[in-house]
């Protein structure tokens, strides 16, 4: 996915440096216009495809304990590529945005998007329902299989740390669109503390899963993943929106840079909004596994 | 952030319909449980009014809630069928937002209410009378207490309309 930063970019470059801003017209006119090798002759997409399937081999030899030293590699690979993809990709960001861009004029467009946001993100859900959906489905498939559930010997869990993170979510969705509310009435400011304060309270999630609830389950050995089907599908739900979520901060703190930047707008919020879409969806995923493992997990039946 | 009264669904109406969706399922598994008799007072039911000012992603997601948190508790398989009740009794809400929020509210309560002497003879195994009558004052703390806040977020809402408008117009 292309920002208007690297798009804007290449039109510097291809305009050998003539510093404008971009007409606010369609975004297939201007690729095909001032960069036909935008989205063509990359060699990144091939490289990043190969290493992803370097890594997955190199996992799959890792778990399996065979030729640890070249499972590393693989995986190392991986990391390497995508190093050099980030690194390609986002250089210039900084000189492109000090140069040109700076601030977007009142009511004006910061350029075109080049691709539909809507439905990206539309498709990011698609593909996240099913990723869940599949998971959700092998709970629902284990679950039946046993007459009580959690399984005997599975402990209750805590809820407190649970709790704490269902208001946290509930306050970050709720920030995040007053924030978007604000920059849609054109109070940039209270946009960008919405904004951070979104993100200081969406980062506080994962500190909490992965720095508070799974040590204390797994280092005081009253809930690890080898436990038992209770215990595997336990960390591996919680694991996969846990990632969910660190993705999801990552996405806040690269929506704050722009937000600082002032690269929103009353008219120009796609990629805010695309972001929020993104977080509402992992909220909605964490009130049904809140649902199931803890709320669900206290009933004998 | 009050929405259009549309009824096409759009992307930016992800966010309230989530919004609404926590609150109730959060409402009711997260928060202390008030018991009234047989019937609990779901917190969640305290957002119903709201459906007359954020429209269908606010049904949609109380609905939604509804049915998780109904996931997280001990019920039989009859009472998976309240969220459908509900639907129905949060879309006279806001079918008759017009006329009178309250009589949508009124409504809502009678609709639940019938629903649940119903359904908590079975899963419960209370008579019906107490049912009725733990389910109709359950309901009707719960809504009118959401309708109270309805009623102040209404007033702040025009207020705040009133002041930007003299704004605009002292500009």
Redo the contacts between chains.
Sequence with gaps: MRTTETLYLLQLRNSKGSAKMVPDSHPSEELEETSPEYLEHSIWPFLIAMAVGAAMVGLFLLVKGVVYPAALLLMLSFGAVLGGFLYSDTRHWRSAVSKSLGKVETGGVLGPFPVDINLTVQLIILTEILLFGGAFAMYFAIRVQFPSWPPAGAPILDETIAKVQTLILISSSILVEWAIWQLKRGNQQRFRIGMVGTTILASLFPILQFGFEWPHLIFDKILTPASGFFGATFFLLTGIHGAHVVAGVIAYLYTDSRAFMGQYSPKNYGFAEATSTYWHFVHIIWLLLFALLWQGSRIIG | ?AREQNHRLK??D??????F???Y??GT??LPEIHLFAYQVKVGEIPSAFVAMFGYPAVFGLT??QF??N????ASPVAMLSPVVSFIGLVVIYRLRKASVLAGCVAYIILTSAWLTYLLPITEGVSTTAAASSAFLGQTIAVLIGYGGYVIASRIRASLGATAEGQQTTQ
């Design positions: 952030m992307l930016e992800f966010g309230p319909f989530v919004i969706t926590a609150l399922a959060a598994l997260g939604l809630g998780i948190a996931l997280g508790v001990e």
